[in-house]
């Protein structure tokens, strides 16, 4: 990502979880919004999917997670959960996996020439002490919101790498 702004060439990111129902498209909204804040809306596509999300496919996001975001003004609405398939290895630029088990389940798939470059979403704060958004389904509403406030720090950071391309962070 370290010479994206000043590559005026459209960029497609995909933010994963594992059913694609609370913390990706959360991730997917909350970054939609902190990439127009910065200005720079219009160079990137942001879109969400699931490693397991067979089950959830077309289904909207978690009630829950629905409102920890309208609680802080982001729209969930409109995202429906889809399954991460082999071909978003070549559709996007940047697959940010919420947690390090997704990231090991998409790394395990990575086709030999896949496009994407892969990261853990919260990998762009390497002080911080955790890599994980943890998974709030079927948790609590605090669940919810600590979800959140992980995705909103990642995102700002995920800004700040792209405003300083110099910046090295670890993948891992």
């Known amino acids: 990502m370290q010479h994206i702004l000043q590559n005026k060439s459209k960029k497609r990111i995909l ?70 398939e082999l071909q978003d290895f070549h559709d996007f630029d940047f697959i940010l996996a919420m947690d390090k088990e997704n990231y090991q389940r998409i790394e395990y798939l990575r086709p030999e020439r896949a496009r994407a470059e892969l990261r853990l979403y919260m990998s762009f704060i390497p002080a911080l002490s955790t890599t994980d958004v943890p998974d709030p389904y079927r948790r609590k509403t605090a669940a919810f919101e600590k979800a959140l406030d992980l995705i909103e720090m990642g995102g700002g950071a ?15």
């Open 15 to 84: 933010t994963v979880c594992t059913g694609n129902i609370c913390r990706s498209p959360t991730a997917e909204s909350v970054l939609r919004r902190k990439f127009e804040e910065a200005g720079v809306g219009e160079l990137f596509e942001i879109d969400s999917a699931g490693t397991q999300a067979v089950s959830f496919a077309g289904a909207s996001s978690n009630v829950d997670a629905v409102n920890a975001a309208a609680r802080r003004e982001y729209s969930l609405a409109g995202i429906k959960a889809r399954q991460f």
């Open 158 to 172: 995920i800004i700040e790498a792209l405003k300083n391309p110099l910046r090295r962070v670890s993948i891992r």
